[in-house]
């Protein structure tokens, strides 16, 4: 459904992203593995239209996507959430979760619908409850991520990217953004799942691409690699340091 190939992205000095080619599947949960720096975030925003390639090409249902800006890919169905919080902190719960469409839409949402539609996202993952109508900046950090994956969800995105959404959440609403994650997947929706937790990428994902120095070195189905093997393609210092004590 999605293939990036070739993509490069310097930073100055630094190279982000190089070579990078991945093709991901409709209806899967394709995780993203790589340590601090390896490039993640980069390919999180290539993929959403705040950075561009300095080289190669993003295909999207095998043909070239041009792309542009972030308008361009949410059009096309591309929804991310970002690793850094961004709620509009001023504005109640409802609004931000409504922004997500009220860009979309060339008419909002009725005011009377407003409220049930927001909860009703909500809803859908979140176990901690959520004043809607407070104002979003003064939520604990962990609920503003369940308002800002509610902006992403309340689109119905084909495709979903979530760049280490989970570290801010307690238990159970980690455990219930996950089985949302699978349920959009059983639907057929491609979700980028970006994390560094091993415990997460054994149980969640259907495929493991491996990010290094801005390289991918590795993709692969789950099951074809133990957590050891997959922690030693992304840090091979850190493995070889834990394997001899
Ligand atoms: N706007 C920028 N300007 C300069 N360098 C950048 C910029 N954004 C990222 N980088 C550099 O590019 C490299 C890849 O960064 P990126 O944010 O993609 O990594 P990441 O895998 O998401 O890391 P983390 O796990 O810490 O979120 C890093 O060396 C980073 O310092
Ligand atoms: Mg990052």
Do not use: Q, Y
């Given at each position: 459904m999605l293939e990036v190939r070739g993509i490069a992205k310097r930073y100055g000095e630094t190279v982000a992203l190089a070579e990078a080619s991945?093709?991901?599947?409709?209806?899967?949960?394709?995780?993203?593995?790589?340590?601090?720096?390896?490039?993640?975030?980069?390919?999180?925003?290539?993929?959403s239209g705040i950075v561009r390639p300095?080289?190669?090409a993003i295909l999207l249902d095998g043909k070239p996507f041009a792309g542009?800006?972030?308008?361009?890919?949410q059009a096309a169905g591309f929804a991310t959430v970002f690793q850094e919080v961004l709620v509009a902190p001023d504005r109640s719960v409802t609004d931000n979760i409504l922004l997500g469409l009220d860009g979309l839409l060339s008419r909002t949402?009725?005011?009377?619908?407003?409220?049930?539609?927001?909860?009703?996202?909500?809803k859908r993952f979140a176990v901690t409850g959520i004043a809607l109508d407070q104002a979003a900046g003064q939520l604990p950090l962990a609920a503003q991520q369940l308002v800002v994956l509610a902006r992403a969800v309340v689109r119905n995105p084909r495709i979903l990217i979530?760049?280490?959404v989970t570290a801010a959440l307690d238990f159970a609403d980690r455990e219930a953004v996950f089985s949302l994650m699978r349920q959009l997947a059983g639907q057929g929706c491609l979700i980028l799942f970006i994390t560094h937790r091993m415990?997460?990428?054994m149980t969640l994902s259907d495929r493991i691409s491996i990010l290094r120095g801005g390289r991918v070195v590795a993709t692969q189905e789950r099951g074809a690699a133990t957590a050891a093997e997959l922690l030693k393609a992304m840090a091979p210092q850190t493995a070889a340091e834990l394997a001899h004590g």
């Open positions: 991945i093709a991901f599947r409709a209806g899967t949960i394709h995780t993203i593995l790589g340590e601090n720096g390896s490039g993640k975030s980069t390919l999180v925003k290539l993929l300095d080289e190669g542009g800006g972030p308008a361009a890919f949402v009725p005011r009377g619908e407003r409220r049930s539609r927001a909860e009703a996202v909500l979530l760049d280490e415990d997460e990428v």
